[in-house]
C-alpha cells in the first residue's frame, strides 16, 4: 500500500503503512526496509485512517490479569513468557509508527530517532518471534493485553504526555524487571532466551533514553517543569503506579535525573 503513489518515499507515510499492516512478519519487513535516510516532510497532515493499529486476528486480547501465565520450568511456561514478550515488542513498533506519522512539524532528528527505535524494535520481535517458533510455539497460540496500546490512544493529542507516559513509564518499567527474567531463563535452562532479553534490554536503554531527551526539549521550549509536570500526566492519563525495585543505573544512563528518581524511590515507599 502506497498512501501517497504520486510522491518519493516518505518517512512518515512509510511509517504510517507500516502501523496499519496486520501481518506481524510483514510489520517487521516493512519497518526494516525504511532507509534511514529516507526522505521526510515534517509539515504534511495526514488524515488518520481506520484500521490503526493494524493487528492480526491473533493473539486474543484481554484484560491484564487473565493473561496466561505458567511455570519456567516447562518448555510451555517459557514459550508464554517469551510470547508476552513478543507482544510487548509488537505493540512497541506500533507505538513508534504511531509517534513518527502522528505529529507534525516536530524537528528531523525526532523523526529519524524514533525510526531507529521502530526498526529495533522489529528486530526484537522477528528475535522472540524465531525463538518462540523453536519451542514448538507461535506468536498468537496465547491471550495478550492491551494496556501499552491504550495508553498511546489515550495520548494521541499530547505528544508530551505520550512522552512522559510511554517510553518514560511502561517501556521504562522493563528496565527493572528484564535482567531478572533474563537470569531466570537461563537458569531454567534457555540460554538463547536469556541473551535475547540481555539484546533488548540493551536496545532499550536508549530507546527509553530517546523518550527522556523529547520529553525533557519540549517541556524545555514550552517553558515546563519536566519533573513536577510528570505525577499531574499520570494522574490524568491514568497511568499505572511505579513501583519497585528500580533499576537505577539503567534509568540514570537512559537520562532519568537523581531528583526524579528520588521521588520514585519515596512515592514507592508504605
Known amino acids: 500500500m502506497n498512501l501517497f503513489p504520486s510522491q518519493a518515499p516518505e518517512l512518515r507515510a512509510n511509517a504510517l503503512h507500516v502501523l496499519l499492516q496486520t501481518d506481524p512478519q510483514e510489520k517487521c519487513r516493512l519497518a526494516l526496509s525504511i532507509p534511514d535516510d529516507v526522505r521526510l516532510d515534517n509539515a504534511i497532515q495526514i488524515h488518520e485512517p481506520d484500521g490503526i493499529p493494524g493487528r492480526p486476528l491473533r493473539p ?21 513468557l517469551i510470547h508476552a514478550l513478543a507482544h510487548i515488542e509488537m505493540n512497541a513498533i506500533n507505538l513508534a509508527a504511531d509517534i513518527l506519522w502522528r505529529f507534525t512539524g516536530l524537528p528531523e532528528q525526532f523523526y529519524r530517532d524514533w525510526l531507529r527505535v521502530m526498526k529495533e524494535e522489529a528486530y526484537h520481535f522477528q528475535l522472540l518471534s524465531d525463538h518462540l517458533q523453536q519451542q514448538g510455539y507461535r506468536y498468537g497460540d496465547f491471550t495478550a493485553h492491551n494496556s501499552l496500546w491504550e495508553m498511546a490512544a489515550k495520548t494521541r493529542q499530547d505528544l508530551i504526555a505520550r512522552l512522559a507516559l510511554v517510553p518514560r513509564t511502561l517501556e ?24 535475547i532479553l540481555m ?6 536503554i536508549g530507546h527509553v533514553a530517546i523518550g527522556n531527551h523529547w520529553y525533557l526539549h519540549f517541556c524545555t521550549e514550552q517553558g515546563l517543569d519536566p ?6 500526566l499520570a494522574l490524568q492519563y491514568k497511568a499505572p503506579r511505579l513501583r519497585g525495585p528500580f533499576n537505577l543505573e539503567a534509568r540514570r544512563t537512559a537520562g532519568f535525573s537523581d531528583e526524579e528518581l528520588q521521588l520514585m524511590q519515596q512515592a514507592d515507599r508504605p
Open 60 to 80: 486474543e486480547l484481554v484484560p491484564p490479569g487473565q493473561v496466561g501465565r505458567r511455570a519456567m520450568h516447562t518448555v510451555e511456561g517459557r514459550a508464554v
Open 227 to 232: 519533573v513536577a509536570l510528570y505525577p499531574q
Open 172 to 195: 521504562a518499567r522493563g528496565l527493572d524487571v528484564t535482567p531478572g527474567v533474563a537470569v531466570k531463563l537461563a537458569q531454567a535452562g534457555d540460554a538463547r532466551g536469556a541473551e
Open 199 to 204: 539484546i533488548i534490554y540493551r536496545d532499550e
